[in-house]
């Protein structure tokens, strides 16, 4: 069993940046890709980003790209999401996932959530 513990999210203002975090304790399955995810009010659950097991391969959904970069630090079980030049429509509760192994989207294992809002 895996635990992801997310952190950094908050209220910023539009154009600001916020670094999320997420840790994993228990089995860290430092061989999978992880990802994020986000959910706003009255939608569904999202891709945003993924990074693959080494940190050499990413994918971002397009709404991200330019803005947002997903890294990894595996000797401490750790992926991070700067989000830069932030936007009121990234207001969402973001969400660490592990990834099963042949997917980008498909998901193991979620974290708890962390809130980010962005005001205009």
């Known amino acids: 069993q895996v635990q992801l513990v997310e952190s950094g999210g908050g209220l910023v203002q539009a154009g600001g940046s916020l670094r999320l975090s997420c840790a994993a304790s228990?089995?860290?399955?430092?061989?999978?890709?992880k990802g994020w995810f986000r959910q706003a009010p009255g939608k569904e659950r999202e891709f945003v980003a993924a990074i693959n097991w080494s940190g050499g391969v990413t994918r971002y959904a397009d709404s991200v790209k330019g803005r947002f970069t997903i890294s990894r630090d595996n000797a401490k079980n750790t992926v991070y999401l700067q989000m830069n030049s932030l936007k009121p429509e990234d207001t969402a509760v973001y969400y660490c996932?592990?990834?099963?192994?042949?997917?980008?989207?498909?998901?193991?294992?979620w974290g708890q959530g962390t809130q980010v809002t962005v005001s205009s």
């Open positions: 996932a592990v990834i099963s192994p042949g997917s980008w989207t498909r998901v193991d294992s």
């Open positions: 228990g089995r860290t399955f430092s061989g999978y890709t």
